[in-house]
């Protein structure tokens, strides 16, 4: 036990100097892009994104202008031949003076793992690819937050389809659409070709709330668009779910939706975390918008109602760790708890670099005992779980165009030291709460 957590300070400490490049010097902004939609037929499938959706199963999401295409997927595993055929759902959504297209849904599968699958939408258009997961370790996953639209956004894109990875996490902030409904088209636009190959799993942030006060509940074309595999896991809302990839337990919670003890997301989190075999998935990861350790001046005591809520709760399950965004800037925790370093807490990692066109946030507090590493530039992280214990976390800044690695670190899954038996009675106790 001693002698990992000593190894891990090791490869900190071997990081740190990295922290210090004083001659990186940040590139101006880039524009903001759009894609031109119009120019498409309107019986062409677009925006075509996958995401998980329940053992063994995959969802297919797209958008097509013409009401009347059917919500049809046919796929295989060879190009240009589909044995098999799907049928989903349909939705539509008004806001203000903007009528989205026909937005589809379809779940396919039973599907086997790490295969390459070959599908159609609504029977036309371009044939896309996607690859399924695999059961088993190692399992790659890449993590983007605050994405937007923007030059640095396609180029935070184009390096995590370098990454090899299996499936990608977005701890919140989408489109950057901010209730200009246009934007959600040109952002599943621009996220297609890596979106269709990989299942793309995220969480909201106040980008995507979009609430207009008496005239427009939140969440109404996030909802709409970006289906999440809620019912799959036994949550009632599209805001707050989880799900199992090779050895890791996901847990995707919403920062913008009820979180306090008496919340419908805390007594989920409840009953989810209650069902966790760590011997299926001696891994946890929590992914969620609103930082709660971050030494950057913005957004501060922002996550405070949120942590207060549920940290007792995600130290008690010995959660590995927790990614989230909102912060434009990267910073990395040793394991913390109550607000300081402990050896059985989790990694809290702030990864809200994305690159849209707020800009970075490049003002700190002075650094606290709990933060590892901290800069702000855009990138993308790497979590590549290795094994049952062994995790190689890596963040790579867009350095002029070459995904840098800028800080990079292994982490021992807690399920493999003594903190899962040391904190049992505490997770009992909390579970059990009325
Ligand atoms: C995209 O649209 C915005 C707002 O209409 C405009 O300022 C910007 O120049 C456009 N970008 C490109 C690449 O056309
Ligand atoms: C897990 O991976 C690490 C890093 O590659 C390696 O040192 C360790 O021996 C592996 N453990 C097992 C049980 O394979
Ligand atoms: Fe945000």
């Given at each position: 036990?001693?002698?990992?957590l000593?190894?891990?300070?090791?490869?900190?400490a071997?990081?740190?100097?990295?922290?210090?490049?004083?001659?990186y010097v940040?590139?101006?902004p880039?524009?903001?892009?759009?894609s031109s939609?119009s120019?498409?037929?309107?019986?062409?499938?677009?925006?075509?994104h996958?995401?998980?959706?329940?053992?063994?199963?995959?969802?297919?999401?797209w958008?097509t202008?013409?009401e009347?295409?059917?919500?049809l997927?046919?796929?295989g595993t060879?190009?240009?031949?589909?044995?098999?055929?799907?049928?989903?759902?349909?939705?539509?959504?008004?806001?203000?003076?903007?009528?989205s297209?026909?937005i589809?849904?379809?779940?396919?599968?039973?599907?086997?793992d790490?295969?390459?699958?070959?599908?159609?939408?609504?029977?036309v258009?371009?044939?896309?690819?996607?690859?399924?997961?695999?059961?088993k370790?190692?399992?790659?996953?890449?993590?983007t937050?605050?994405?937007?639209?923007?030059?640095w956004t396609?180029?935070?894109?184009?390096h995590?389809?370098?990454?090899?990875h299996?499936?990608?996490?977005?701890?919140?902030?989408?489109?950057?659409?901010?209730?200009l409904?246009?934007?959600?088209?040109?952002?599943?636009?621009?996220?297609?070709p890596?979106?269709?190959?990989r299942?793309w799993?995220?969480t909201?942030g106040?980008?995507?709330?979009?609430h207009?006060?008496?005239?427009?509940?939140?969440?109404?074309?996030?909802?709409?668009?970006?289906?999440?595999?809620y019912q799959?896991?036994?949550?009632?809302?599209?805001?707050?779910?989880?799900?199992?990839?090779?050895?890791v337990?996901?847990?995707?919670?919403?920062?913008?939706?009820d979180?306090?003890?008496?919340?419908d997301?805390?007594?989920?989190?409840?009953?989810?975390l209650?069902?966790?075999?760590?011997?299926?998935?001696?891994?946890?990861?929590?992914?969620?918008?609103?930082?709660w350790?971050?030494s950057?001046?913005?957004?501060?005591?922002?996550?405070d109602?949120?942590?207060?809520?549920?940290?007792?709760?995600l130290?008690?399950?010995?959660?590995?760790?927790?990614l989230?965004?909102?912060?434009h800037?990267y910073e990395?925790?040793?394991?913390?708890?109550?607000?300081?370093?402990?050896?059985?807490?989790?990694?809290h990692?702030t990864?809200?670099?994305?690159?849209n066109?707020?800009?970075?946030?490049s003002?700190?507090?002075?650094?606290?005992?709990?933060?590892a590493?901290r800069?702000?530039?855009?990138?993308h992280?790497v979590?590549?779980?290795?094994?049952?214990?062994?995790?190689l976390?890596?963040?790579?800044r867009?350095?002029?165009?070459?995904p840098?690695a800028?800080?990079?670190?292994?982490?021992?899954?807690?399920?493999?030291?003594?903190?899962l038996?040391?904190?049992?009675?505490e997770?009992?106790?909390l579970l059990l709460a009325?």
């Amino acid at each position: 036990m001693a002698s990992k957590l000593f190894l891990i300070m090791a490869v900190v400490a071997a990081a740190l100097p990295f922290a210090a490049v004083a001659d990186y010097v940040r590139p101006p902004p880039r524009p903001i892009l759009n894609s031109s939609l119009s120019s498409l037929p309107p019986s062409i499938p677009q925006q075509v994104h996958i995401s998980l959706a329940g053992a063994n199963h995959m969802r297919i999401s797209w958008i097509t202008p013409d009401e009347n295409a059917p919500s049809l997927v046919v796929y295989g595993t060879s190009p240009n031949t589909y044995p098999f055929t799907a049928q989903g759902e349909s939705t539509s959504y008004r806001y203000l003076t903007y009528r989205s297209g026909t937005i589809h849904h379809t779940v396919i599968g039973p599907l086997r793992d790490s295969t390459t699958y070959f599908y159609k939408c609504s029977g036309v258009g371009p044939e896309f690819q996607l690859r399924t997961p695999p059961s088993k370790f190692p399992v790659t996953f890449a993590v983007t937050g605050d994405l937007g639209q923007t030059g640095w956004t396609k180029t935070t894109l184009d390096h995590t389809a370098k990454s090899q990875h299996d499936l990608l996490l977005l701890p919140g902030d989408l489109s950057y659409a901010d209730y200009l409904q246009p934007g959600w088209d040109s952002f599943g636009q621009l996220v297609q070709p890596q979106a269709s190959a990989r299942p793309w799993m995220v969480t909201q942030g106040n980008h995507d709330v979009e609430h207009i006060p008496i005239l427009k509940r939140g969440f109404i074309a996030y909802n709409a668009r970006w289906k999440m595999p809620y019912q799959e896991s036994g949550s009632g809302s599209n805001l707050f779910y989880s799900f199992d990839v090779a050895g890791v337990h996901v847990l995707m919670l919403g920062s913008y939706t009820d979180y306090d003890v008496n919340s419908d997301q805390y007594k989920w989190l409840k009953g989810d975390l209650a069902k966790v075999n760590r011997g299926n998935t001696p891994w946890i990861v929590a992914v969620l918008h609103v930082p709660w350790y971050n030494s950057n001046t913005a957004h501060q005591g922002e996550g405070d109602g949120m942590m207060a809520a549920m940290e007792p709760l995600l130290h008690a399950a010995s959660v590995d760790i927790v990614l989230t965004g909102h912060v434009h800037a990267y910073e990395r925790t040793k394991r913390v708890f109550n607000g300081k370093s402990d050896p059985c807490g989790f990694v809290h990692i702030t990864i809200g670099d994305g690159g849209n066109r707020e800009g970075l946030a490049s003002k700190y507090k002075e650094q606290p005992e709990w933060s590892a590493f901290r800069e702000a530039s855009f990138g993308h992280g790497v979590f590549n779980v290795v094994n049952i214990t062994h995790a190689l976390w890596g963040w790579h800044r867009n350095d002029n165009d070459q995904p840098v690695a800028a800080d990079k670190v292994w982490i021992n899954s807690l399920s493999s030291s003594g903190c899962l038996a040391k904190k049992k009675k505490e997770l009992r106790k909390l579970l059990l709460a009325p």
